[in-house]
């Protein structure tokens, strides 16, 4: 057999630039804390019903726990595959929408009126923390560089730093 004659794809110039600046836009203290939120996020979502209190809700229950894990998955789980793995965050957008809806959509009548207010609350209030954490997940992933040029080394328009 012979050798490829061709360089490997893991050394072409624009991968190695991607991989660069997804190491220094997952260094950034922000994108941390953006990751670390993400999770904590998740991991509330996920615990929720039994945190506020509407666990009876079992199909609520159930839909939180599920959406809580796959939302710490794909936002918070990634941080070492990130410049593969930031698209996924709007799939993360997306189950923050459904964590706004899901309590009419999946508990529809069955929640007693006392904790109807409880699990809304709660659903709407980190399904926005997970919509605002997921959409600031995926623009980091569109972030330029700091020196004046964007992912693959190209200057920017007008020299922008």
């Not at 809806?101 to 926005?128: C, D, E, M, Q």
Request: include cysteine; charge should be positive; hydrophobic fraction near 50%.
């Amino acid at each position: 057999m012979t050798a490829p004659t061709s360089p490997r794809i893991e050394t072409h110039p624009d991968i190695l630039a991607l991989r660069a600046h997804s190491e220094e836009t997952t260094a950034a203290p922000a994108a941390q804390a953006v990751e670390a939120l993400a999770l904590l996020s998740g991991v509330y979502l996920a615990a929720s019903p039994w945190i506020v209190g509407f666990s009876f809700a079992t199909n609520l229950a159930i839909n939180n726990l599920i959406v809580g894990i796959a939302f710490a998955c794909l936002v918070g789980g990634f941080g070492s595959a990130y410049e593969r793995t930031h698209a996924m965050s709007w799939a993360a957008v997306g189950l923050a929408v459904w964590t706004i809806v899901s309590p009419w959509v999946v508990a529809g009548h069955t929640l007693v009126t006392a904790f109807i207010t409880r699990a809304i609350v709660s659903n709407v209030i980190i399904g926005a923390v997970c919509c605002v954490v997921a959409l600031a997940c995926a623009r980091m992933g569109l972030v330029k560089g700091t020196l004046g040029k964007d992912a693959l080394g190209r200057g920017t328009p007008g020299g922008r730093r």
